[in-house]
């Protein structure tokens, strides 16, 4: 422990002062002066900043690459290397940015730990700056750490301390490179409404000015219709088409996180729909880790006194951590050892039944597109799927490496023939080489022109599975019920949603006699069915499954209901939900 004292100055210092106990000043340090840079370069940055992770590319000459992320510290005297580290990351920005061998994307988490002033606007790096977690000593809990930096009011102070900090590395990155000038390219997600949207435009471009201020390099304006600002769908196909060279001849993308799946669906360079729901890997993957604490001591080795007392966010936030940091190591030496283990097959059946519900639900946007005339291809489309939830797929193929040649690409290829109606034609899923990076390499690409979705924004959700909506008519001042096939656009012309239910489960079940008949007729061997199931798509055979399924998911309506965020959910995504939980406590309890 030891005191500290943090302050900044206008420009670079010729010495230092030093002091004895009583500040008196008894010497000087006198400075080597930074060399001058000639600054004559020029360079496209994308900056993908989203609510739990962030990502910077730049196109220096027509080559997308991540920003390496130097230490900018300029360490004056010696000083004991660990007191260092723990004292930058409390109090400092963070000496080095980990893992080494791939620091982006950064994790959104910033600390406001220090000065912290009441009432005054935060400064970047004094009062709020940048924290670079690791796995011991990140404490997500704690009050000075704001790690879920979504779009809200009151996130906004934080937002952006924490971008002006970003931009200002950036920027310093750039001037040591011989930089003069900067264009920005930003994503935001799909979803994000115009009020938010022109407010992010609006915080970076003061931003922008004042960076150009104090640093004198020359940063290009931004304004709301500028090209240079991309929805997350359009830059991750961009992605696709430019630096994989994949066609978006009749594709679907799904850019998958930890909260969110971004589905869009193209034809011939144009997209036709896109829509995101509130579906990603906590759903597939760490809901059902943070119910069976068993299994992550035993299989995965977490030490219990490091998670017994993380709950919720807190724990999500810290094994995102742990994927990123130990997953791959986990996959490279334990996942064909453990592939016959009664446990890791649970996990890989229940996370093979999640993304098989999705591409079936995909299945069904096909079809519902194809009746509406709005998709001319009457076939199932190959499947583009990145961000940073989709490393789940390597969980799934017992090498620990998903590629063409796993089992899983044939159950997703029958899943989409079986929601769609359409011929299963065996497309692959070809999944990201650059997992987490599409959005950000995707901003700084542009040589395909791709239509934009401007015009789908408020496109209305397709149910995917019946169901019943009560709402208030607000035309004639009464309530109202409305009822809803699988096949409808769940749409409201005037009127308020008070109620939604799934009055009859047909889609789901039929989903998942779908999924078991795939294991079976594809001869699949690294997934396994659910003991006990019976192959039938007749609700009454599977009576006790589905009669749990359908009292979790009434529990799941009530608290959507009182959130008010039930005409967010398409049906059959909240029914699988449901079937998710209801399969992953069973396992958990085995």
Known sequence: ???????????????????????????????????????????????????????????????????????????????????????????????????????????????????????????????????????????????????????????????????????LHITALAANSGVQQIEWFLSYPSSLSRKYKRMYISLWEDLRKELQETTGIIQQRLDFNSNNIKSESLAFAQYFRDSEDHDLVYTTCVYLLEKTADISIWEDNKIIHQTTISFGEQELFRNFLAINPQFLQDKLKFEPKRWKNLRGEAFNIKLGVWVRLESKHWLNSQRTILQDDPDVKGLVRLTTIGLAGLYYYVGIMLRVLYSEGKYTKNKITPVYLGGRGSHILNWLDNRGLFDKNSEVNAIFSCMLS?????????????????????????????????????????????????????????????????????????????????????????????????????????????VTPLQGYIRSPERVKNQKLWEETERTLNDMLLSLKEDGKDKYEPPFILGLKALLKVLGQQWAEK
């Open 418 to 526: 079986a929601g769609s109606g359409f011929e299963d034609t065996e497309q692959l899923t070809r999944l990201s080489e650059h997992l987490g990076d599409e959005i950000a390499c995707g901003l700084v690409l542009n040589n395909t022109r791709l239509n934009s979705e401007n015009d789908l924004i408020n496109e209305a959700l397709i149910t995917g599975e019946n169901c019943q909506i009560e709402f208030l008519d607000h035309q004639r001042q009464q309530k109202t019920t409305k009822i809803f096939s699988s096949d409808s656009r769940l749409e409201i012309e005037e009127g308020e949603i008070i109620d939604l239910k799934l009055t009859n489960l047909v889609e789901l079940p039929k989903f998942l006699y779908e999924f078991h008949k795939a294991i079976k007729d594809l001869d699949i061997e690294e």
């Open 1 to 167: 422990m030891g005191n500290y004292q943090i302050g900044y100055l206008e420009s670079f210092p010729e010495s230092i002062h030093c002091l004895d106990g009583k500040k008196n000043i008894i010497g000087l340090i006198f400075l080597k002066s930074p060399e001058t840079v000639q600054l004559e370069k020029r360079w496209k940055i994308g900056v993908n900043f989203e609510a739990l992770f962030t990502n910077i590319y730049v196109n220096k000459k027509d080559f997308a690459e991540p920003l390496a992320l130097e230490n900018l510290l300029y360490q004056m005297t010696k000083s004991d290397r660990d007191t260092r580290l723990n004292v930058l990351f409390e109090y400092f920005i963070p000496e080095d940015f980990i893992p080494v061998d791939k620091p982006l994307p950064l994790e959104s988490v910033l600390t406001t730990k220090g000065r912290n002033p009441k009432n005054e606007k935060l400064l970047p790096i004094l009062d709020g700056r940048i924290y670079v977690p690791d796995g011991s000593r990140f404490e997500p809990q704690e009050d000075w750490m704001k790690t879920d930096l979504k779009w809200s009011v009151k996130n906004l102070p934080y937002i952006e301390v924490f971008l002006k900090h970003l931009a």
